[in-house]
């Protein structure tokens, strides 16, 4: 269910050019959107959403260093959870229900990464009076170990940068 009303404070952006108009009229036939960004410079690409906070009241998701079509489909599961049946992500909390055979975890993006990261989200949501709200999908290393536990393999950090504190302490719920 939509909600009745959008966020306190938003109104739709102008578009600026043909794909900002193809944009916005997705959100609002389908109720979210997800962009990918390539990596540059030896940079991960990432792909996050765009309508979750408008439409359910639910924080934007961004997930880092994954192939655009598993991003892809991590962001299409999740949205199905959210838009079809209403669920909340919550962060710290280890979902194995997203992805086949992978467990995730949600985080909250601190507020410097959002100009890194969230710069066509920023664009969408700039005349609310606060942040909109973004999770960071993390994902496991091959042997299942998220990157604020012991064992983690190093190889992975550059590809998947934490965008907000990590966890307190090596697990979770």
């Known amino acids: 269910m939509f909600l009745d009303e959008m966020p306190e404070g938003f109104r739709y952006p102008q ?3 043909e794909q ?3 944009l916005l009229a997705r959100i609002e036939r389908k109720g979210w959107h997800h962009l990918s ?7 991960p690409g990432y792909a996050f959403t765009l309508g979750h906070f408008l439409k359910r009241d639910h924080p934007e998701l961004i997930v880092v260093g994954l192939k655009d079509t598993l991003a892809s489909r991590l962001l299409d ?3 199905v959870g959210i838009t079809g049946l209403g669920r909340r ?7 194995g229900d997203i992805a086949d055979g992978l467990e995730v975890v949600f985080l909250p ?6 100009n890194e990261y969230l710069g066509y989200a920023n664009w969408f949501y700039a005349d609310l009076p606060a942040p909109y ?17 012991p ?6 950090r550059r590809a998947q940068p934490l965008l907000g504190e990590a966890p307190e302490g090596p697990s979770l719920q």
């Not at 992500?89 to 979902?95: C, E, G, S, T, W």
């Not at 064992?151 to 992975?156: E, I, P």
């Open 20 to 22: 900002d108009k193809q």
């Open 109 to 114: 993006v601190a507020l410097p990464a959002y």
């Open 77 to 79: 599961s999740a949205a």
């Open 15 to 17: 578009p600026e050019d």
């Open 37 to 43: 960004v390539d990596g540059a410079a030896g940079e």
């Open 89 to 95: 992500l919550r962060p710290f909390q280890v979902y």
């Open 133 to 149: 709200p973004a999770l960071q999908m993390v994902w496991p290393d091959p042997n299942g170990v998220f990157p604020w536990q």
């Open 151 to 156: 064992g983690y393999d190093a190889r992975f």
